[in-house]
Nanobody, 118 residues
Framework: QVQLVESGGGLVQAGGSLRLSCAAS????????MAWYRQAPGKQREMVAH???????NYADSVKGRFTISRDNAKNTVYLQMNSLKPEDTAVYYC????????????WGQGTQVTVSS
């Protein structure tokens, strides 16, 4: 059994920063791809940032230069540092991990709300 726990969301003014964390626990052998997605009200879920097992990253155009994804393999944790936040970044943010446990599975975090006020 694998569990993902997200933390770090909240309310921030435009121009501010937040750092999201997502930690995997349980019978985790290793984690391959890690990613953050977000879903705003009335919109489809979209990928925000992705990091491979080798550390290669890619970002949605809307967050390039403002968000940074990183990982700590020893802690089975992925982070999303969000700077220069804009009201349009308001959404529920979800982590998504490809976990090698008893088998290989894709897991979602519970979601954390990020609200950016203007």
């Amino acid at each position: 059994q694998v569990q993902l726990v997200e933390s770090g969301g909240g309310l921030v003014q435009a121009g501010g920063s937040l750092r999201l964390s997502c930690a995997a626990s349980g019978r985790v052998f290793s984690i391959n791809d890690m990613a953050w997605y977000r879903q705003a009200p009335g919109k489809q879920r979209e990928m925000v940032a992705h990091i491979s097992s080798g550390g290669s990253t890619n970002y949605a155009d809307s967050v390039k230069g403002r968000f940074t994804i990183s990982r700590d393999n020893a802690k089975n944790t992925v982070y999303l540092q969000m700077n220069s936040l804009k009201p349009e970044d308001t959404a529920v943010y979800y982590c998504n991990l490809v976990v090698v446990a008893a088998g290989v599975g894709r897991y979602w975090g519970q979601g954390t709300q990020v609200t950016v006020s203007s």
